[in-house]
């Protein structure tokens, strides 16, 4: 089992950047999958972000973030990180990481009923 805590979030200009942090306990954190949610107010969580297991080979965007957000980790910190660049006022949201322990062959997924461990987010606003 692990434990997930972000931060990293705060108030933010558009076009300004942030990095989040989620750092994990635990001695698996490797062998998870990891992803970054948000969930802005009024809306359901969508999936933002994830990266592989081990080396984080593999990674995933969505469309709305490609290009401006990049996905990472440093498993000797048990740390996966988000950077986050040229913010939008509709980056707003709470941001929430989220650990997958299951091998996926391919790829890593988008779907949050596949992440079985969840932080209790961070909150990101972008003003314009």
């Known amino acids: 089992q692990v434990q997930l805590v972000e931060s990293g979030g705060g108030l933010v200009q558009a076009g300004g950047s942030l990095r989040l942090s989620c750092a994990a306990s635990?001695?698996?954190?490797?062998?998870?999958?990891m992803g970054w949610f948000r969930q802005a107010p009024g809306k359901e969580r969508e999936f933002v972000s994830a990266?592989?297991?081990?080396?984080?080979?593999?990674?995933n965007y969505a469309d709305a973030v490609k290009g401006r957000f990049t996905i990472s980790r440093d498993n000797a910190k048990n740390t996966v990180y988000l950077q986050m660049n040229s913010l939008k006022p509709e980056d707003t949201a709470v941001y929430y990481c989220?650990?997958?322990?299951?091998?996926?062959?391919?790829?890593?997924?988008?779907?949050?009923?596949?992440?079985?461990?969840w932080g209790q987010g961070t909150q990101v606003t972008v003003s314009s």
């Open positions: 990266i592989s297991r081990w080396s984080g080979g593999n990674t």
């Open positions: 989220a650990g997958d322990p299951v091998f996926r062959r391919v790829g890593v997924s988008s779907k949050e009923y596949d992440y079985n461990y």
């Open positions: 635990g001695r698996t954190f490797s062998t998870y999958n």
